[in-house]
Structure formats: structure tokens, C-alpha cells
């Protein structure tokens, strides 16, 4: 009898990944995204390898992620890090809370209003950071002097979405509130504030984002720990590696942060159709 060479198994339709799907995962926004950064990083890798540049000007992307892994084994950047993120949360949630109030306050009083509208038409588009120097001579350079520049940053949207989403709510449930009995703190407490809330998180999206700007420029100018600090000091000695670094750490504050509030405001939307 003679033997036959056996026949491989053919292959499972469902298990063959074509040409075509490979193509649509990589397609994808996310992936797209990603990427292109990756593109970019590889893209700097070589140029700086071909063209023999010194670090000092160009670093290239490997030598700045291990700068960035010694600067957190040593915990330096971690204690900075820390640090930027106490001064920049601890004067945004002064801000938060103080602006909502105020919000909500000029919203519902036209008395109030009228005496609050010209100050933030003046303090609003004034570049906080010029007013860096008078603080210091107010405050000095310590916690308060951080709290109040974080502070600055984030008041003036917080207030004018909250003023803007109040407004904008539906007469109709003010109404129908009043015909049940309500007053004018439950009337703000459960019809006007949650009517505000994606106007509000709108305000929050941008005063967090100046405040970490200002915070970070208040360290540059007068913090002996943060990132500002940190980056000013690498700048001083000519550690490129260190300065890519430390913006690296910054870059990504930036992205996480953003993504939460993606996430948020995905939630809020969902909740306010709802």
C-alpha cells in the first residue's frame, strides 16, 4: 500500500486576519494617532544620528527617556512633580469652589452682576502672568503666592461659563418649581446648578488649563521645587536632556488630565440627554 504525504489542515477562514483588516486597525483614530508619534520619535532618532548633532542643541529621543528615568529613580522629578501638582490643584479648587459661588451669585442678582461685570471685564483678558511680580511683593514666593496664581488662573472661566449656563437655563423649569412651592435656594440648588453643570465643566476645562500654565511660569520665576523649577535649572546648565524631559513629564500631566476631562464630559452629555 502506498503511503500518501499527508495534506497540511487548510487553514480556518475565521482565524486568517487579511490584508484589508490589518489596514482598518491601523486606521483607526486611536491607533492613527499613536502612530504618528511614533513616526515622529523614529523620524528624530535618525535625523539626530545622521546629521551628528549635539545634544546640547538636539538630544536624541532615547538618551531624553533615560535622562527621564534617572531623574525619577533619583525621585528628584517625582518630588517636583508632586509638588507642581498640589499648587495646581490646591488653587483650582479654591477657584471652583469661589467662582461657582460667584457665578451663581451674579447670575440670579442684577445688582451683583453690575458691580462684578466690569471688574472681570478688566481682570479677565489681562495676561495673569504680568501680574506675577505684584504678587510676589504681596505675598511672597511661598504656598499662598502658588495658591493665588493657580487661583487666578482658573476663577475668571469658571465664573463666566457658570454666569452663561444659568442663564441659559429653561425658563420653563424655573416655573414649574415656583408653582410647586419651591423658594429661590432650592430653585438654584436643583433646577438652576444641575441646568449649569456642562457650561460649568466647560469653564473648568479651560481655567485648569491656565493654571497649570501660570503655575508652571510662577516656578520658572521663583520656586525652588516643581517643574518650573526644575526646568529652569536644567535650562541654566545646558542639561537639554533634562529640560526634554521635564517637558515630557509636562506633555503628559497634559494628556492624562485632558483625557479625564474627555471622559467627563462624554458622562456629562450622556446625563444631561438623559
Same mark, same amino acid.
Given at each position: 500500500?502506498?503511503?500518501? +504525504?499527508?495534506?497540511? +489542515?487548510?487553514?480556518?477562514?475565521?482565524?486568517?486576519? !487579511?490584508?484589508?483588516?490589518?489596514?482598518?486597525?491601523? !486606521?483607526?483614530?486611536?491607533?492613527?494617532?499613536?502612530?504618528?508619534?511614533?513616526?515622529?520619535?523614529?523620524?528624530?532618532?535618525?535625523?539626530?544620528?545622521?546629521?551628528?548633532?549635539?545634544?546640547?542643541?538636539?538630544?536624541?529621543?532615547?538618551?531624553?527617556?533615560?535622562?527621564?528615568?534617572?531623574?525619577?529613580?533619583?525621585?528628584?522629578?517625582?518630588?517636583?512633580?508632586?509638588?507642581?501638582?498640589?499648587?495646581?490643584?490646591?488653587?483650582?479648587?479654591?477657584?471652583?469652589?469661589?467662582?461657582?459661588?460667584?457665578?451663581?451669585?451674579?447670575?440670579?442678582?442684577?445688582?451683583?452682576?453690575?458691580? @462684578?461685570?466690569?471688574? /472681570?471685564?478688566?481682570?479677565?483678558?489681562?495676561?495673569?502672568?504680568?501680574?506675577?511680580?505684584?504678587?510676589?511683593?504681596?505675598?511672597?514666593?511661598?504656598?499662598?503666592?502658588?495658591?493665588?496664581?493657580?487661583?487666578?488662573? @482658573?476663577?475668571?472661566?469658571?465664573?463666566?461659563?457658570?454666569?452663561?449656563?444659568?442663564?441659559?437655563?429653561?425658563?420653563?423649569? *424655573?416655573?414649574?418649581?415656583?408653582?410647586?412651592?419651591?423658594?429661590?435656594? +432650592? *430653585?438654584?440648588?436643583?433646577?438652576?446648578?444641575? !441646568?449649569?453643570?456642562?457650561?460649568?465643566?466647560?469653564?473648568?476645562?479651560?481655567?485648569?488649563?491656565?493654571?497649570?500654565?501660570?503655575?508652571?511660569?510662577?516656578?520658572?520665576?521663583?520656586?525652588?521645587?516643581?517643574?518650573?523649577?526644575?526646568?529652569?535649572?536644567?535650562?541654566?546648565?545646558?542639561?537639554?536632556?533634562?529640560?526634554?524631559?521635564?517637558? /515630557?513629564?509636562?506633555?503628559?500631566?497634559?494628556?492624562?488630565?485632558?483625557?479625564?476631562?474627555?471622559?467627563?464630559?462624554?458622562?456629562? !452629555?450622556?446625563?444631561?440627554?438623559?
Amino acid at each position: 500500500m502506498t503511503d500518501h +504525504p499527508s495534506l497540511p +489542515p487548510a487553514a480556518d477562514p475565521s482565524n486568517v486576519v !487579511s490584508a484589508r483588516d490589518i489596514f482598518a486597525r491601523l !486606521s483607526e483614530p486611536r491607533v492613527l494617532g499613536w502612530m504618528a508619534v511614533a513616526v515622529v520619535l523614529v523620524f528624530w532618532e535618525l535625523v539626530v544620528l545622521a546629521a551628528n548633532l549635539n545634544p546640547i542643541y538636539l538630544p536624541r529621543p532615547t538618551r531624553i527617556v533615560v535622562a527621564l528615568v534617572e531623574m525619577f529613580r533619583t525621585e528628584r522629578l517625582l518630588v517636583d512633580l508632586l509638588a507642581t501638582l498640589g499648587r495646581i490643584f490646591g488653587g483650582f479648587a479654591i477657584a471652583l469652589v469661589a467662582g461657582t459661588l460667584l457665578g451663581v451669585w451674579m447670575a440670579t442678582s442684577e445688582r451683583v452682576n453690575a458691580v @462684578a461685570d466690569n471688574f /472681570i471685564a478688566a481682570l479677565y483678558p489681562l495676561p495673569k502672568v504680568t501680574l506675577i511680580p505684584l504678587f510676589i511683593i504681596w505675598l511672597g514666593t511661598g504656598g499662598p503666592f502658588m495658591l493665588t496664581i493657580s487661583a487666578l488662573g @482658573a476663577i475668571f472661566p469658571i465664573v463666566i461659563n457658570t454666569v452663561v449656563g444659568i442663564r441659559q437655563c429653561d425658563p420653563g423649569f *424655573i416655573l414649574a418649581a415656583r408653582d410647586l412651592g419651591a423658594n429661590h435656594r +432650592p *430653585i438654584v440648588r436643583m433646577v438652576l446648578l444641575p !441646568s449649569a453643570i456642562p457650561s460649568i465643566f466647560a469653564g473648568v476645562r479651560l481655567g485648569l488649563g491656565v493654571s497649570i500654565i501660570l503655575v508652571v511660569a510662577a516656578e520658572m520665576v521663583v520656586g525652588k521645587v516643581g517643574l518650573g523649577s526644575r526646568l529652569y535649572l536644567a535650562g541654566q546648565v545646558l542639561e537639554t536632556e533634562q529640560v526634554f524631559a521635564v517637558l /515630557i513629564v509636562l506633555a503628559t500631566l497634559g494628556i492624562v488630565i485632558t483625557k479625564i476631562q474627555d471622559a467627563i464630559d462624554m458622562w456629562l !452629555s450622556h446625563w444631561r440627554v438623559s
